[in-house]
């Protein structure tokens, strides 16, 4: 046995290299293996269709044997070209082998992933080609894609139960290609906080517009699915005067909760850029007090100081304060978490995050699959667990 200082870097070059070369082997016998298999079923299958074997004769016969074609099918561990049998005069489609299905099935599941995980399709496309030693055409990508619209379907469809404490409403806006360039289209979401404490993305609709109308529309339906809103503490939104309107007529005895994020946004929008920092900080004090009383002294306190110097500011705030202070009713535990609409935004950036390489959508349904698979994606990553917050007892 030689002394390991005596190796040299060559040897261990032809070590590696011999196994490599065997492993090449093994995977190519592995191959022809599983190609001969394949031709074997299918030639089995032939001889059942025309009810005799080769060169035998009977008087069941069913058809002829006609020859051979040559047709490759992708598999996990590469492409494979195998002999498809033909009957003369009968066109039959192999149960074994489709005519049409180029791809077993866990092939096209990983592309599928691939593509909902943030991938464009001509990325996609291209993702499995080392592996599989050829690429895949966006077009087939999206003809995989495809395949979620009955998921999506089911899930707009599916019953839904009066379980929800708090529901979160908000909108996000994708585009979408037409012939006469990129549209804006409006998807608006309900997201839900159980009475076990779980949360749950509870339903989506792509529309046209953040309108009174359409914000009914979407809220009727899940009315009508089973969210009656006898368990519903509490609405929060932000403050878009169509949802507010839809809201009223939908959950009317329902206590609303503003936004404070989108609430201070609208703000800062009518102050001068030196007062800002100062008059939105003492702002903050009012969400942040203790309790209710100590924030309508927080309130009052603030509203003496601003209003001659900013009253648009302080209007902004006054017309809407009882909305702005109703998570204080809530259990302390939760205020931080139903005093704004961030829980629904945090969902939104994993849309945004999506959708981002491919900045234009070609229609409706391809928006509907990529929002759904997302959606979908964090209902299961959140493993419907509750909330340690909203399992307190107040």
Sequence with gaps: ???????????????????MDFWQMEEEAT??????????????????????????????????RNGYWKRWIVLKDGRLQIRMPRIRGKGYESGIIPRYKQRVEEIDAALLKIFLYGASTRLTAEALRPLLGEGVSAQTI???????????????????????????????????KTGFGAKKRVVLVAYGIRVDGKRELIDFMVTSAESERRWWRFLIGLW????????????????????????????????????????????????????????????????????????????????KKWRAIAPKAVRCIEKDIDELLNFYDCPPEIWIKVRTTNVIERAFREVRRRTKPMSCFNHDQSIERIVYAVLSHLNKQWGMKPLKEFTQKG
């Design 1 to 19: 046995m030689k002394d390991l200082t005596e190796v040299r870097v060559p040897d261990l070059w032809k070590e590696v290299k011999w196994a």
């Design 31 to 64: 191959k022809e293996f599983r190609r001969r298999f394949i031709e074997g079923a299918l030639e089995a299958e032939r001889t059942m269709l025309t009810g005799c074997k080769s060169y035998e004769r009977t008087e069941g016969r069913k058809g002829y």
């Design 142 to 176: 999206s003809n995989i894609a495809k395949s979620l619209d009955i998921e999506v379907k089911r899930y707009h469809e599916r019953a839904l139960r009066d379980r929800y404490l708090y529901l979160f409403l908000d909108g996000i806006v994708l585009k979408k």
């Design 224 to 303: 009508r699915r089973g969210i009656s809103g006898e368990s519903l503490s509490l609405v929060v939104t932000d403050g878009n005067a169509g949802l507010e309107n839809a809201v009223d007529l939908v959950f009317p005895f329902v206590k609303r909760q503003r936004c404070w994020a989108h609430k201070l946004r609208n703000v800062a929008n009518y102050l001068k850029k030196k007062d800002r920092d100062e008059c939105i900080k003492e702002a903050r004090a009012i969400y942040n007090a203790k309790g209710k009383k100590e924030a309508e002294q927080a309130y009052s306190r603030w509203e």
